[in-house]
């Protein structure tokens, strides 16, 4: 019998309170146990009905679990999981969810002595917060990435793919160091410069804030809402995923003082070669269906 | 009778065709006749129906209209005003739907000596173009911004912002160098952003194009859509509010420069900090009506 029959998941927030409802949906014979750090969290868990038993801390939750996914951010999978060493079942399998993987590896790790680790990241979200904010289908057709070490079994790494793939999810596995440097790319360093871009548009004498919200739809509203994403996940994984980050930022800055320097000179050519070259990326990324075809994301108009 | 009864489009892409489709939907006495550069355009137009005639020139298509409309890009704005200056009849108000304003005003005054020009910019669109990409509530509760010259009639402002209220839009008057100020913020500067990003992102040695476009979902699609747009209108945007982008740019590279270095120095509260204060902004927008509540923009999941 593979498929875990006891989970446990630690952090009820956006993601962890999505997978729990996927679990509910797609896996009804599992039994779930989760927990939170903060009560306001486990009571609206409980009143949500999310899972079997919501205990009241992290020990308590895992004690029978096959598989313990730590749903917090970052920087607190190590404090988490030195919490419920001495909670774990023989076998037990402790994953996780968090954006950045040789950190958690080398974290879990150290506080698991002889643990079975098997990070994963399913590469998905929205930029809502809490346990209100999840939704059973988040994880539809969206990426799984697992970065197991390569001591663990492979037949454990094929479990927890299942697992990913029953809850809605497709799945790779990578090299947790490959894994940080395509995140960098696909995730880290977008949210970074829509931070970026509206703190700047935000903190201006020629533009007041009242101008630049009234008028955000010519394309500034969009990197508002990457830019109202969890601010303490966010510091995390660019704490946490520091060398790939800045790396990347410094070719960004390279290709960003290149497209300066062609405004400057009024180079058309160059920027209609560039303008036209994106929109190629645009069209493969719907085509592999990881984004809508509808016009402006199909918001109501 | 304030009222146009005859107006003309030039240009019949995603913001002309929009136009279009709202007069008809709004307006139906108006009379409308159009034209487009492309043959192909005009006979797409045509067979859609979006207008009474569709002209096979700019000139024959504004020769009784009271209210000519530009939806060109920027940079055809001078050559089009000549195209028409012959044809236009006395008393004709000229004006356009372009992102920049001051260029706009000095290429159609030169243009059109004598002729009453009110430039305008409904701060509105999608990254699709072209005559089916156009529909009529486009400027539903979006800004459309005039920028008229001092010496023109305030009656005539209004005139043309009652227009544009007709067919959906709220009406804002403003300076043109501050319109561009104001746009480089809210519009320009995160399309060159965005523009950039993508460009980086699928040039890079160590992560596959393959791979970013995989896991593009963890935030970068969300700028591969702005970097879908047309490519010639936004040549033309950045070469012709050259100095308001740049200045903004230098602004942004300090920022994120000071970023970089909250980084570099594992500063965490520095960055927890602005991510809290961006989110707010966010919740400014969706307040204000210009942007959806729904997590992901109501992608559907």
Redesign the interface.
Known sequence: MLAYSRVAIIGMGLIGSSLARAIRARLPTVRLTVSDASPEVRARVAALDLADDVADGAGAAVIDAELVILAVPV?AMAAVARDIAADLAPGAVVSDVG?VKARVLADLTDALPGVIVIPAHP??????SGPD?G?A??F?D??C?LTPPPQVDAWQVTRLGDFWTAVGARV?VMDAHHHD???A????????????????????E??T?S???????????????????D??M???V??AN?EA??E??G???E??VA??RA??W?D?ET??A??????A?????ID?G???EE???????
Chains 1, 2 share one sequence.
């Open positions: 920087g954006s590469v998905a979200g929205t930029e809502k904010a939704f289908s988040l539809a969206r990426w990435i790779e440097r395509v995140l790319v696909t995730s880290h360093l977008p949210h970074l410069i829509a931070y970026s871009i509206v703190g700047t548009a935000s903190d201006l020629a533009v804030q101008e630049v919200i009234k008028y955000s739809a010519g394309g500034f509203r969009d990197f508002t809402r990457i830019a109202a994403s601010p303490v966010w510091r995390d660019f704490l520091r980050v800045l990347l930022l070719r960004f800055t290709d960003l497209l300066q405004i400057r009024s058309g920027l209609e560039l303008f036209t070259r994106t929109r990326i645009r069209r493969s990324i592999q990881q984004d809508t016009p402006d994301f199909g918001r109501k108009h």
